[in-house]
Each structure stands twice: as structure tokens, then as C-alpha cells.
């Protein structure tokens, strides 16, 4: 192999690495979903595509289904850690998708009812939560979770899978820091019989 061929094959392979650090940086990366925590909205087997444009010039918003880095998860500063993120090459960052419940500065209160549903207060109002799987299928909390009343500061937020009889979220580890946001899951695409554009709406 002479020296140009070996000059080509390095040069198109430092293109394709910029180009793939370029898209998952600036426009959005696929998602696989592994687990039931987002019944019915997403299920086990699911692909998604997360867009990261609007992070540049928004903020994310209440019903928001949202790809972060949990806080419990530790995020190496090393380069070929930091390389691995950005390219997804090797990458073994464990990620979670959950939707957005409380914004910085609301009050979150999990309050459970008499007649076994359970229901969100936010800022002492109830949420209407159309896409949850069912009111009644939640734990009882238990003194060290974090179910309320709390107030989120500048930056925090409060994030609950759609199943909650099933999810490991805000409920359990905390509050989440804004920093932590990966992108905001934009489309359902696979397989076709789910196939879904989430809008963005404000519950």
C-alpha cells in the first residue's frame, strides 16, 4: 500500500470522525430505548432520534421527553472518555430518558389519594398527566425518597418515567441538574408501527 492510499484512508477517516462529532454535537444523535420505564409513550426495542439544537436557544419545558446523564452517573473527564461521548464510539455512559414533571423555581408534591391514585402537584395544582400509564400503579414514598414538598432551585429539575409503577427517577436520585440534559427525544421512528413526532407541548 503506497503512501497516497495511506494519506486517503487517514484523511477520510479523520472527516468522518469530525463529521459524526459535528452531528451528535450540533444536531441530534438515535437512541435505542431498553427498558419499560416510558410505557405507553415508548416501549423496550423503540429507536428514537434526540435533537440537540434547541439546548443553544431554549430551555427544556414540562412534558418534555428528554435523554440525560443521571446524577449517580460519574462522567470522566478524561479525552478518550470525553471522545467516546462525542462520537458515541465505546461510549458506556449509562443514559436515561424520563419527561420533564417540574421546572426551576416550581414546588413538586407527590401526593397519594385515598382511592389508591396518586396525583403531582405542582405549585400545589394538580398536573394533568395524559400520557402516564396508570394513576394507581405507583409506590407508596417512603422517607428517603424524594417525593415532596421541594422546591427546585435555578437549573433543577423534576424527572418521572411515564410508567410509574416501573421507573427509576427523580423519585429515587433526585433532582436533576441542567447541565445533565443529553437532547430532547424528537421522533418515534422505528419500529413504523409506533412511528411518532413528539410535538412540544407545555402540561
Excluded at 39 to 45: A, M, S
Excluded at 77 to 84: D, E, G, Q, R
Excluded at 163 to 183: M, T
Amino acid at each position: 500500500m503506497n503512501k497516497d492510499v495511506i494519506k486517503e484512508i487517514i484523511e477520510t477517516a479523520v472527516f468522518v470522525i469530525v463529521a459524526i462529532i459535528i452531528i451528535r454535537f450540533f444536531l441530534g444523535e438515535i437512541r435505542w430505548i431498553p427498558s419499560g420505564s416510558m410505557k405507553p409513550t415508548l416501549v423496550e426495542g423503540d429507536r428514537v432520534f434526540v435533537e440537540r439544537v434547541s439546548r443553544f436557544y431554549s430551555t427544556p419545558k414540562r412534558g418534555d421527553i428528554m435523554v440525560f446523564y443521571p446524577p449517580q452517573e460519574h462522567l470522566e473527564a478524561t479525552p478518550l472518555k470525553i471522545f467516546s461521548r462525542l462520537t458515541g464510539f465505546f461510549c458506556n455512559d449509562i443514559a436515561y430518558i424520563k419527561r420533564v414533571i417540574g421546572l426551576p423555581g416550581e414546588k413538586i408534591e407527590i401526593s397519594h389519594n385515598e382511592d389508591g391514585t396518586t396525583d403531582i402537584l405542582v405549585n400545589d395544582k394538580k398536573l394533568d398527566e395524559p400520557y402516564i400509564m396508570d394513576k394507581s400503579e405507583y409506590p407508596i414514598c417512603t422517607p428517603d425518597m424524594h417525593c415532596g414538598p421541594l422546591i427546585l432551585k435555578e437549573g433543577e429539575y423534576f424527572m418521572m418515567g411515564d410508567n410509574r409503577g416501573h421507573s427509576a427517577d427523580s423519585r429515587y436520585w433526585g433532582v436533576l441538574k441542567q447541565e445533565r440534559f443529553i437532547g430532547r427525544a424528537k421522533l418515534l421512528f422505528w419500529p413504523f408501527t409506533h412511528f411518532e413526532y413528539f410535538k412540544i407541548k407545555s402540561y
